[in-house]
Structure formats: structure tokens, C-alpha cells
């Protein structure tokens, strides 16, 4: 019988979607990856025969993929040992991420280190926001504003919905001066005041605004601005 021919409620794509990735067998996971058996045989069949011939997802895992054509399993084409391969290697590169050490913003030099390769050489203005935790360490950072720096473009809104998102501690805000000039201009400090204030009354700390160049930093809270 083909998987489509089944309860929903056994298929696993539909049981991954009502019930969760829990609910679902590492042959029933694999199946879905597969997508589509072959003449007498669908894609559960063709995961549980894997899984048996193999011994386990570790070592299915450790073998090229002309290994796993070595097997001849009638159904598992390159094609489908690629797919499979590949979602392994996402799932240990997720894995791998988590025990990357975090970033942490001691200094306005942390931020403007991190941020220099990025920023720096553009011709153009980029305003950026860093979501941060309690311990100053980045969660995430995104783009508000590119192009002419305009206070009028930069809006509170915008920035506290991705940090609430986030749910960030503070926000460092950051962005580039291509002239190089390391001075705030008046849309720069009336950004960071506006800003600064809706931070205050939400309980998000506007930590610091770092103006990068290519010739050096500008911290506003070194300058008491924040």
C-alpha cells in the first residue's frame, strides 16, 4: 500500500504536522526526506530497510554516498542518498552551532570590532540595530535604515518589535559614516534620544551608539550622550 493510501493520521508528513517531530520514528523522518517510494515499496519501507542495513542514523551518518550505493538497496537511488546525507550534516551543523562561544560586547571597542569588516568601507549610510542579553552577549543584529541616515526614517517602533522578538535585554544601535567624520550629526543625535527615551519607558537599555569609519569609533556613552 502507498503512503497515500494510508490514515492520515500514520502518514508522516501529517503526523509531523498534528502531532510534532517527537511523535515520528527515525524511519518516518527519513520518509519524509525521501518523499516518494518506488513500485512496491514507499518511502517508509525504503527508510526502514536503510536504517537496518546501516545499524543507526550515527553511522548512516559517517558513510559517503558511494558506500550507501554500494548497499544496492532496490528504491534508493543517488539522488535520495544525497537528500538523506545532506539533512544529517544539517542536523550535526546545528549542533555545532550551539556550542560556538557566544559574542559579547564588553566595550564600545567589542562593537566596533565586530562590526568594522562589515560596515566600514560602504559608500553609503547603514544603520544597524544588536539585540543583547543580560550579559551584553549578541542574540541577533538586523538592518533598519540604508542609505541617507534620516531620523525621520529610523522608527521606534521598528526597533523595539525586533527587539522584543529577540527578547533582548538592550540594544546597541550602530552605524557608518562613509565621510569618515567621527561626530555625531543632529539626525544621529536626535535618533538616539528619541530611542533612548522609548527604551526607558519599555525596559529595553539603549546601551550605546557606535558611529564606525574607517579611521575609528565614536561612542556616544563614552561622550555621556547615553
Do not use: C
Amino acid at each position: 500500500m502507498k503512503i497515500k493510501d494510508w490514515p492520515s493520521s500514520d502518514r508522516p508528513r501529517e503526523k509531523y504536522y498534528q502531532f510534532g517531530n517527537y511523535a515520528l520514528t527515525d524511519a518516518e523522518l527519513m520518509a519524509i526526506i525521501i518523499g516518494k517510494g518506488v513500485k512496491n515499496r514507499s518511502a517508509l519501507d525504503l527508510s526502514k530497510e536503510i536504517l537496518k542495513r546501516v545499524g543507526s542514523l550515527k553511522r548512516l551518518s559517517q558513510k559517503s554516498v558511494r558506500e550507501i550505493e554500494a548497499l544496492k538497496i532496490p528504491g534508493l537511488g543517488r539522488v535520495k542518498i544525497i537528500s538523506i546525507l545532506a539533512a544529517l550534516e544539517l542536523g550535526r551543523r546545528s549542533l555545532s552551532k550551539k556550542n560556538e562561544p557566544k559574542i559579547k560586547f564588553q566595550s564600545p571597542r567589542d562593537v566596533y570590532e565586530y562590526y568594522y569588516p562589515l560596515i566600514a568601507g560602504l559608500k553609503y549610510e547603514l544603520f544597524k540595530v544588536a539585540a543583547v542579553d543580560g550579559e551584553n552577549g549578541l542574540i541577533k543584529d538586523t538592518t533598519i535604515s540604508k542609505g541617507i541616515l534620516d531620523a525621520s526614517l529610523v522608527h521606534p517602533r521598528e526597533v523595539f518589535k525586533f527587539a522584543i522578538n529577540e527578547n533582548a535585554s538592550g540594544l546597541f544601535l550602530i552605524h557608518n559614516h562613509p565621510s569618515g567624520i567621527l561626530k555625531p550629526s543632529e539626525d544621529d543625535l536626535k535618533i538616539t534620544q528619541r530611542l533612548y527615551d522609548v527604551g526607558e519607558l519599555m525596559g529595553i537599555r539603549i546601551i550605546d551608539h557606535i558611529i564606525v569609519t574607517e579611521k575609528g569609533l565614536y561612542s556616544f556613552s563614552e561622550h555621556n550622550l547615553i
